[in-house]
């Protein structure tokens, strides 16, 4: 069942990136949605990263974090306006995503799936919670190929396993 688990992942990611290197420079930033393209997947990385930990407390943000940049929307956690200072480039995401990658394997591996999910806001077994995470990534993945089928781009490959 964890092989399963991993392919699901990888598979997901991989499409993930799929839309991140198809994506043209012009809406990677685009300011006239909510959430602009790069954002979108940043915090899908983000939160896939945060739910392969074993806990909240032992997760080791991405070196490149910023505060507020793994919400989506106008605002921040404090409910200011969210400010974009530093705008993270399709090669620094696809770098983060091959990490994520890279690492699912021994996280998935090292757990028991009938353990909590290790997170309070999430009321669910670990086994639960990987799969919720697989569906939160192509919740994104859904959402970014919409947008760029808007922008007249539509060869974004289906991924059934990896």
């Not at 990136?17 to 915090?43: F, G, M």
């Amino acid at each position: 069942m964890k092989a399963a688990i991993i392919s699901q992942y990888r598979a997901a990611l991989a499409m993930l990136i799929d839309t991140i290197e198809k994506c043209p420079d012009a809406l990677w930033n685009d300011i006239n949605y909510d959430s602009a393209y790069w954002r979108i997947v940043y915090h899908s990385l983000f939160y896939t990263d945060l739910y392969l930990s074993e806990t909240v407390n032992s997760f080791i943000a991405w070196n490149k974090h910023l505060p507020n940049y793994n919400r989506l929307g106008k605002l921040n956690e404090d409910q200011t306006p969210f400010v974009t200072g530093t705008v993270y480039s399709k090669e620094e995401l696809v770098a983060y995503a091959g990490l994520i990658i890279s690492n699912t394997s021994t996280l998935v591996d090292e757990e028991s799936f009938e353990y909590e999910s290790g997170f309070p806001w999430i009321k669910m077994t670990k086994f639960e919670l990987h799969l919720y995470n697989v569906r939160h990534i192509q919740h994104h993945v859904g959402q970014l190929i919409e947008r760029l089928h808007q922008n007249g781009i539509s060869a974004i490959d289906w991924k059934g396993k990896a």
